[in-house]
């Protein structure tokens, strides 16, 4: 059993009795959320996906679609307004090529607002584990963005846990720049 089936059975184990759930983010924030998780990815569709593309999909993300073919995380229920993290499906990562122009390496595989986490092709298809970027809706065309050194199940992992935050910038923020 892999660590990406046991944080999500884990999260799933905690909706059962209340779909919607307390989450706490940096400086105080609290949030009530719920999540959605779509059916499940046919490994016919994902055939048919990286034959159009020629993109090579890792095997955690894979493992993800063939039980969820995306999901809606930590879906603010207050009103708000605040953005759910969006984990890509299929349909979702071609419909967005089919919108934004991006380097012909990188194809997305999550969202939140103005962020996009993308798999570099490049990086998946020479064996490496750390193939996740991420890149501002804004960033230039060619840009990468940066390089989050992680793989999927460890960026999900991670964000179930840090309950939705932008757990890889903690290590920017210390005692001389953290405004209190």
């Known amino acids: 059993m892999n660590n990406l089936f046991l944080t999500l059975t884990s999260l799933k184990e905690r909706l059962i009795n209340t779909p919607i759930i307390k989450g706490q983010r940096e400086l105080g924030y609290l949030f009530e959320c719920s999540f959605v998780f779509h059916n499940a990815c046919t490994e016919e569709r994902i055939n048919e996906f990286t034959e159009e593309t020629a993109f090579k999909i890792p095997q955690d993300y894979r493992e993800f679609l063939l039980i969820h073919d995306g999901a809606i995380l930590f879906q603010d229920e207050s009103g708000r307004s605040n953005p759910s993290w969006i984990i890509f499906g299929i349909d979702d990562i071609i419909d967005y090529l089919n919108i934004h122009h991006v380097p012909e390496h990188l194809y997305p595989i999550a969202a939140y607002g103005q962020t996009v986490i993308f798999v570099n092709g490049?990086?998946?298809?020479?064996?490496?584990?750390?193939?996740?970027?991420?890149?501002?809706?804004?960033?230039?065309?060619?840009?990468?963005?940066?390089?989050?050194?992680?793989?999927?199940?460890?960026?999900?992992e991670r964000l179930i846990v840090s309950q939705g935050s932008h757990f890889w910038f903690w290590n920017q923020i210390n005692s001389t720049n953290y405004s209190k």
Not at 128 to 146: A, K, P
């Open 122 to 156: 490049d990086r998946v298809n020479e064996g490496r584990e750390d193939y996740l970027f991420d890149r501002s809706i804004y960033d230039s065309i060619d840009s990468e963005g940066e390089d989050i050194k992680l793989n999927f199940e460890l960026f999900f």
